[in-house]
């Protein structure tokens, strides 16, 4: 039962904050979120069971490559098919656990490996919001409005299949509600619809697929930042020593909320170098401000509940039972009571909501996309760039023709992370980085070498352009 | 030889190596003219042009040879006698223009934007402006010069502007210094006599410096290392301060009194302080250097048993101590690699010009084939073996298969598994320069960045493969097989970035067929081709 511990504290949070990892969160990998992101907004896809099928039976195949087909070409064809769609090796021959990548918004299912965190995700957008994200995934991950051999293929396969009356939330039972309780969501929305504006104009080439992977890798790190923002934003709201007036000055803003720096040299960086410190105990500090907020909504939480009624274990029963329901709501009773909850709420929020598996989770998810590592051995974690994820970041961040301040900017004030010297960075904020850094680093000498880090780095993956006397502008695809 | 020229170089060497300070005897001396195609000299085609009424703005980076140009223009007006009214950028207060005379800006940074703006917008007389490309950009200029960044853009594409209305623009960004002055420069006898100067200032004559100086005197040598290092560098990776800051290493570099020698150019080259002698050491890599014939004479220092060329009987330098009476293994290992070193690039280069031997010769070798011999097949068949990790072979075939892998999670292995999107036939692609020189109908003068694009009558810059010495690393090395070896995790992504492009603006061939590679070792790899019909069939390979 303990082990389940995460997962139930989730369930009960998620009012407050709907991003959070649970119990399995080594699993879930770009793959699912993915999945269970485009199922959330659109639904289950009508393509799912039957290519699952395939993997499990070639007899399935019979449809797509004919009756007289031998054993050997049904074996290459699934190969070929498994290079197209499973190259992350994340489906399993059944419609249960199977995140395909998703060439074809039909092949996205209910998979539970994501850990709800792909779920969760799309639960933060409003109706709206979510109406908008539902018309233009339903572009990029449409085959049929490309030419290109490989949507080719899957609209063959799909056109195999009598697809009708698919995709309809509304019918499905696993469909997600809004919860509309994300302030995340608001930043997130506007940097996800305007790329995702872009790569649907450029849905009728092949770089369709460019988009979907790059959404894929994204999509993964939005979550990696979502299980970080909200409750950081809950941490930084409760501080006693702050005033109103600065109170409305940082509050939901993610250049304060998060205000991470990152390590812009090339991965994994020397862990003796300064920017390579302060980056860990950057990271170390948001992951650890993050635990604080959701353990200061859970004291909340118990508290009133507490204060409503005076009946001690009643009163938490009442509370668990509004939120959670079934089995889940039995453990999370039995374990709120052995944990001491009524003496203790935050001691006991320690032991069933460790800070070491929270940041587990955070480590565990962004190093599958190359936004944090390293992912093996006993090194400190820091927030770095791998390529992969920087052309995403770069496609999602910025324009074609933007300055490359403007893009250090953007990753500051809608990500929250410091890739160099944002010409918003205020004094409060190099005080709270030297304070961390303490002896460490300079701040400032710190911000100038991710700066200059991050634009050579850009600049040789071909995402920057550099001008002679230094000035850069960014390189975003032009479809 | 003047000493007091002597002198300055060597001042020179040991600053910052701006030309601005330089005399004009000097860096007339200095100066390796850039000839165009039709073989005229750069300076003298635009002086002609000038003198007829023509603007010129010379773009570039620092350090990229602006000054150096504009001063040889000025060189060359002087002597057609014409009027010159040169800025001098410490004192710009009391500049004033003078019409019917050529205004000279040296920089345009240094001036502010109401002078600048007088000197575009006078009425007689022409200019020359030289200007960073940022400065360019600058919006006090209300746009005028937006027309010269579009043509700085099109140079570097390939295209070139023609309009004669507008200023003649010269991109020295473009221009690569290393092919056009690497030989000159070794065997430049002002530099070899400041670094003779150097040395007796410290009281020493005939060090291992100088004696190892005198090998560059020889056409042969100084040849053969000039190829090396303009096949180890790729196009446009150099800048003319880089390459001083070269030259000086080379000569000034190292300590004569330590075993073995540090000083001698041929360490340098590979072991200097500079970012060139880093990026040829890294591609070459020297320690690596396998000659099993003669490895045990140059150990035991039986120079006789290695039936040295005349040449190189001459040319020879001993290090001073035979490594087999060494007992300092550091020491030692290096003494070997010094004469190792010493015999390929004298012997085997220069004297008997065998093949290069080093690790990294595939990449030089598919450098020139690609870089001087425009050879577009060498490179679509490195690049298909690139993915299909084996090496290019000359039958294979010449259509650039366009691979992709579909991938989004970092694991372990890179993944075998790779889908085409398509495939183009190497009479649709064509490997481009960028060129130098907008708006002047006649001359040319190529640029040094070199790309693979679809032949298309509007180029798009990003339709473009750039071909550098980074392609040709990657490419010679193959495609990682980890993901923690993340050397070439930026020329990937380039590469996929091009294969994107290229399939939606090339004609691709059978756009019906499906091609899946998988590629788990190079013995085992399988290739699955299906036609995608009105049913999906299987081709037989």
Same mark, same amino acid.
């Given at each position: 039962m303990k082990k389940k511990s995460m997962s139930l504290i989730r369930a009960l949070m998620k009012q407050e904050i709907p991003i959070l990892p649970g119990d399995s969160f080594s699993r879930p990998a770009p793959a699912h979120i993915f999945n269970k992101f485009v199922f959330g907004i659109?639904? =289950? &896809?009508? *393509?799912l069971g039957p290519v699952s099928k395939l993997f499990k039976d070639t007899k399935e195949l019979d449809p797509i490559i004919g009756e007289n087909s031998d054993r050997q070409t049904r074996e290459e064809f699934l190969k070929s098919l498994n290079v197209l769609i499973n190259s992350d090796k994340r489906s399993f021959g059944s419609p249960s656990f199977s995140s395909f990548l998703l060439l074809t918004y039909e092949l996205a299912g209910a998979d539970p490996s994501d850990d709800d965190y792909g779920k969760a995700l799309s639960s933060i957008f409003t109706s709206e919001q979510r109406s908008k994200i539902e018309d233009l995934l339903r572009k990029i991950l449409n085959p049929n409005s490309s030419g290109d051999i490989i949507s080719l293929t899957i609209k063959k396969i799909q056109g195999t299949y009598s697809l009708t009356g698919v995709n309809d939330v509304s019918n499905n039972q696993n469909s997600v509600q809004t919860s509309n309780k994300s302030v995340y969501s608001e930043y997130i929305f506007n940097v996800l619809v305007s790329a995702m504006e872009d790569m649907s104009l450029a849905a009728n080439s092949s770089h369709r697929i460019e988009s979907i992977q790059k959404l894929s890798t994204f999509l993964t790190g939005v979550v990696a930042f979502g299980l970080l923002f909200d409750s950081s934003n809950i941490n930084l709201t409760n =501080?006693?020593?702050?005033?109103q007036k600065d109170l409305v000055q940082v509050k939901n803003k993610p250049s304060k909320v998060l205000g991470i720096v990152c390590y812009t040299g090339n991965p994994p960086g020397n862990p003796r170098s300064a920017l390579v410190r302060l980056s860990q105990l950057s990271l170390k500090q948001a992951v650890t401000n993050s635990h604080s907020g959701v353990r200061s909504a859970f004291v909340k939480l118990i508290d009133e509940a507490n204060s409503k009624s005076n009946k001690g274990n009643e009163s938490i029963e009442n509370l668990v039972l509004s939120r959670v329901r079934g089995e889940d709501a039995r453990n999370l009773v039995k374990a709120l009571s052995e944990s001491g909850v009524q003496d203790n709420p935050a001691e006991a929020f320690n032991k069933l909501y460790p800070l070491s598996s929270f940041s587990s989770a955070f480590r565990t998810l962004s190093g599958k996309v190359g936004l944090? &590592? !390293?992912? =093996?051995?006993t090194g400190e974690a820091r927030i770095f760039f791998e390529t992969n994820f920087l052309d995403s970041l770069v496609f999602f961040l910025s324009k074609h023709g933007d300055s490359f301040g403007g893009f250090v900017d953007k990753c500051f004030e809608n *990500? &929250?992370?410091?890739? &160099?010297? !944002?010409?918003?960075?205020d004094s409060d904020d190099i005080e709270r980085l030297q304070a961390l850094a303490g002896r460490i680093a300079d701040v400032d000498e710190c911000l100038d070498l991710a700066h200059e880090n991050m634009r050579l780095r850009l600049v040789k993956s071909g995402l920057a352009k550099e001008f002679s006397d230094g000035y850069t502008i960014m390189v975003r695809d032009e479809f | 030889m003047n000493d007091s020229l002597v002198s300055e170089a060597l001042k020179f060497l040991r600053s910052s190596k701006t030309t601005e300070s330089l005399s004009a005897e000097l860096a007339s001396a200095l100066y390796v003219p850039f000839i165009l195609e039709n073989k005229e000299k750069l300076e003298t085609v635009i002086a002609q042009a000038v003198k007829n009424g023509r603007n010129v703005i010379v773009a570039g980076s620092a350090g990229g040879g602006k000054t150096m140009l504009v001063n040889q223009i000025i060189s060359e007006l002087e002597k057609y006698q014409v009027r010159l009214n040169i800025l001098d950028e410490l004192d710009i207060e009391n500049f004033q223009i003078v019409e019917n005379s050529v205004t000279v800006v040296r920089d345009l940074t240094a001036v502010n934007s109401e002078t600048a703006t007088k000197i575009i917008r006078k009425k007689s007389g022409s200019f020359i402006i030289a200007a960073n490309e940022g400065a360019l950009m600058d919006n006090v200029f209300d746009g005028y010069f937006d027309r010269v960044i579009r043509d700085l853009h099109s140079l570097q594409t390939g295209k070139l502007p023609s309009n004669e209305d507008q200023p003649i623009v010269i991109d020295m960004a473009s221009v690569d210094p290393l092919s056009n002055a690497i030989q000159t420069l070794l065997s430049n006898k002002i530099l070899h006599q400041a670094a003779e100067l150097f040395e007796l200032q410290s009281g020493t004559k005939n060090s291992p410096r100088i004696l190892a100086l005198k090998q560059l005197h020889n056409s042969d040598v100084s040849l053969a290392i000039s190829q090396l290092i303009t096949s180890t560098l @790729?196009? @446009?990776?150099?800048?003319f301060r880089e390459l001083w800051n070269f030259i000086a290493d080379l000569l000034? @570099? @190292?300590?004569?009194?330590v075993s073995p020698p540090t000083s001698v150019w041929f360490w340098r080259l590979f072991n200097g302080e500079t970012s060139i002698s880093e990026l040829i050491a890294k591609t070459l890599k020297p320690q690596f250097l396998a000659l099993p014939n003669e490895s045990f004479a140059l150990f035991t220092g039986d120079i006789e048993g290695l039936n040295l060329s005349k040449m190189t009987k001459e040319l020879w330098l001993h290090p001073g101590v035979i490594p087999m009476d060494v007992r300092n293994v550091d020491i030692r290992n290096d003494l070997i690699t010094w004469l190792r070193i010493q015999y390929v690039l004298i012997e085997q280069l220069a004297s008997t010009k065998s093949k290069s031997i080093f690790v990294g010769s595939f990449s030089t070798e598919l450098n020139d084939k690609v870089v001087k011999q425009y050879d577009k097949v060498a490179l679509i068949q490195a690049l298909n073996g690139y993915f299909r990790r084996k090496e290019a072979a000359e039958n294979d075939s010449s259509i650039l298969e366009l691979w992709i892998h579909f991938m989004v999670e970092r694991r372990q292995d890179r993944g075998f598994g790779l889908a085409s999107l398509g495939s183009v036939s190497a009479g649709l692609l064509e490997l481009n320069s960028s060129q130098s020189i907008a708006n002047l109908k006649g001359f040319n003068l190529k640029g040094s960045r070199l790309f693979l694009q679809p032949v298309l009558e509007n180029r798009i810059f990003a339709s473009g493969l750039e071909v550098n010495s980074g392609l040709f690393k990657a490419i010679s090395r193959g495609r990682a097989t980890s993901l923690a070896d993340r050397d070439n995790d930026d020329i990937d992504l380039a590469i996929k970035k091009f294969y994107f492009n290229i399939s939606n603006t090339a004609t691709l061939e059978r756009r019906d067929v499906l091609n899946i590679l998988n590629t788990p070792h190079e013995e085992n790899a399988r290739e699955y081709s299906w036609k995608i019909g009105n049913s999906i069939s299987k081709l037989s390979n």
């Amino acid at each position: 039962m303990k082990k389940k511990s995460m997962s139930l504290i989730r369930a009960l949070m998620k009012q407050e904050i709907p991003i959070l990892p649970g119990d399995s969160f080594s699993r879930p990998a770009p793959a699912h979120i993915f999945n269970k992101f485009v199922f959330g907004i659109i639904g =289950k &896809g009508a *393509l799912l069971g039957p290519v699952s099928k395939l993997f499990k039976d070639t007899k399935e195949l019979d449809p797509i490559i004919g009756e007289n087909s031998d054993r050997q070409t049904r074996e290459e064809f699934l190969k070929s098919l498994n290079v197209l769609i499973n190259s992350d090796k994340r489906s399993f021959g059944s419609p249960s656990f199977s995140s395909f990548l998703l060439l074809t918004y039909e092949l996205a299912g209910a998979d539970p490996s994501d850990d709800d965190y792909g779920k969760a995700l799309s639960s933060i957008f409003t109706s709206e919001q979510r109406s908008k994200i539902e018309d233009l995934l339903r572009k990029i991950l449409n085959p049929n409005s490309s030419g290109d051999i490989i949507s080719l293929t899957i609209k063959k396969i799909q056109g195999t299949y009598s697809l009708t009356g698919v995709n309809d939330v509304s019918n499905n039972q696993n469909s997600v509600q809004t919860s509309n309780k994300s302030v995340y969501s608001e930043y997130i929305f506007n940097v996800l619809v305007s790329a995702m504006e872009d790569m649907s104009l450029a849905a009728n080439s092949s770089h369709r697929i460019e988009s979907i992977q790059k959404l894929s890798t994204f999509l993964t790190g939005v979550v990696a930042f979502g299980l970080l923002f909200d409750s950081s934003n809950i941490n930084l709201t409760n =501080k006693e020593d702050m005033n109103q007036k600065d109170l409305v000055q940082v509050k939901n803003k993610p250049s304060k909320v998060l205000g991470i720096v990152c390590y812009t040299g090339n991965p994994p960086g020397n862990p003796r170098s300064a920017l390579v410190r302060l980056s860990q105990l950057s990271l170390k500090q948001a992951v650890t401000n993050s635990h604080s907020g959701v353990r200061s909504a859970f004291v909340k939480l118990i508290d009133e509940a507490n204060s409503k009624s005076n009946k001690g274990n009643e009163s938490i029963e009442n509370l668990v039972l509004s939120r959670v329901r079934g089995e889940d709501a039995r453990n999370l009773v039995k374990a709120l009571s052995e944990s001491g909850v009524q003496d203790n709420p935050a001691e006991a929020f320690n032991k069933l909501y460790p800070l070491s598996s929270f940041s587990s989770a955070f480590r565990t998810l962004s190093g599958k996309v190359g936004l944090a &590592g !390293p992912i =093996k051995g006993t090194g400190e974690a820091r927030i770095f760039f791998e390529t992969n994820f920087l052309d995403s970041l770069v496609f999602f961040l910025s324009k074609h023709g933007d300055s490359f301040g403007g893009f250090v900017d953007k990753c500051f004030e809608n *990500l &929250g992370i410091i890739v &160099g010297r !944002p010409s918003t960075i205020d004094s409060d904020d190099i005080e709270r980085l030297q304070a961390l850094a303490g002896r460490i680093a300079d701040v400032d000498e710190c911000l100038d070498l991710a700066h200059e880090n991050m634009r050579l780095r850009l600049v040789k993956s071909g995402l920057a352009k550099e001008f002679s006397d230094g000035y850069t502008i960014m390189v975003r695809d032009e479809f | 030889m003047n000493d007091s020229l002597v002198s300055e170089a060597l001042k020179f060497l040991r600053s910052s190596k701006t030309t601005e300070s330089l005399s004009a005897e000097l860096a007339s001396a200095l100066y390796v003219p850039f000839i165009l195609e039709n073989k005229e000299k750069l300076e003298t085609v635009i002086a002609q042009a000038v003198k007829n009424g023509r603007n010129v703005i010379v773009a570039g980076s620092a350090g990229g040879g602006k000054t150096m140009l504009v001063n040889q223009i000025i060189s060359e007006l002087e002597k057609y006698q014409v009027r010159l009214n040169i800025l001098d950028e410490l004192d710009i207060e009391n500049f004033q223009i003078v019409e019917n005379s050529v205004t000279v800006v040296r920089d345009l940074t240094a001036v502010n934007s109401e002078t600048a703006t007088k000197i575009i917008r006078k009425k007689s007389g022409s200019f020359i402006i030289a200007a960073n490309e940022g400065a360019l950009m600058d919006n006090v200029f209300d746009g005028y010069f937006d027309r010269v960044i579009r043509d700085l853009h099109s140079l570097q594409t390939g295209k070139l502007p023609s309009n004669e209305d507008q200023p003649i623009v010269i991109d020295m960004a473009s221009v690569d210094p290393l092919s056009n002055a690497i030989q000159t420069l070794l065997s430049n006898k002002i530099l070899h006599q400041a670094a003779e100067l150097f040395e007796l200032q410290s009281g020493t004559k005939n060090s291992p410096r100088i004696l190892a100086l005198k090998q560059l005197h020889n056409s042969d040598v100084s040849l053969a290392i000039s190829q090396l290092i303009t096949s180890t560098l @790729g196009p @446009g990776e150099v800048t003319f301060r880089e390459l001083w800051n070269f030259i000086a290493d080379l000569l000034l @570099g @190292g300590q004569n009194d330590v075993s073995p020698p540090t000083s001698v150019w041929f360490w340098r080259l590979f072991n200097g302080e500079t970012s060139i002698s880093e990026l040829i050491a890294k591609t070459l890599k020297p320690q690596f250097l396998a000659l099993p014939n003669e490895s045990f004479a140059l150990f035991t220092g039986d120079i006789e048993g290695l039936n040295l060329s005349k040449m190189t009987k001459e040319l020879w330098l001993h290090p001073g101590v035979i490594p087999m009476d060494v007992r300092n293994v550091d020491i030692r290992n290096d003494l070997i690699t010094w004469l190792r070193i010493q015999y390929v690039l004298i012997e085997q280069l220069a004297s008997t010009k065998s093949k290069s031997i080093f690790v990294g010769s595939f990449s030089t070798e598919l450098n020139d084939k690609v870089v001087k011999q425009y050879d577009k097949v060498a490179l679509i068949q490195a690049l298909n073996g690139y993915f299909r990790r084996k090496e290019a072979a000359e039958n294979d075939s010449s259509i650039l298969e366009l691979w992709i892998h579909f991938m989004v999670e970092r694991r372990q292995d890179r993944g075998f598994g790779l889908a085409s999107l398509g495939s183009v036939s190497a009479g649709l692609l064509e490997l481009n320069s960028s060129q130098s020189i907008a708006n002047l109908k006649g001359f040319n003068l190529k640029g040094s960045r070199l790309f693979l694009q679809p032949v298309l009558e509007n180029r798009i810059f990003a339709s473009g493969l750039e071909v550098n010495s980074g392609l040709f690393k990657a490419i010679s090395r193959g495609r990682a097989t980890s993901l923690a070896d993340r050397d070439n995790d930026d020329i990937d992504l380039a590469i996929k970035k091009f294969y994107f492009n290229i399939s939606n603006t090339a004609t691709l061939e059978r756009r019906d067929v499906l091609n899946i590679l998988n590629t788990p070792h190079e013995e085992n790899a399988r290739e699955y081709s299906w036609k995608i019909g009105n049913s999906i069939s299987k081709l037989s390979n």
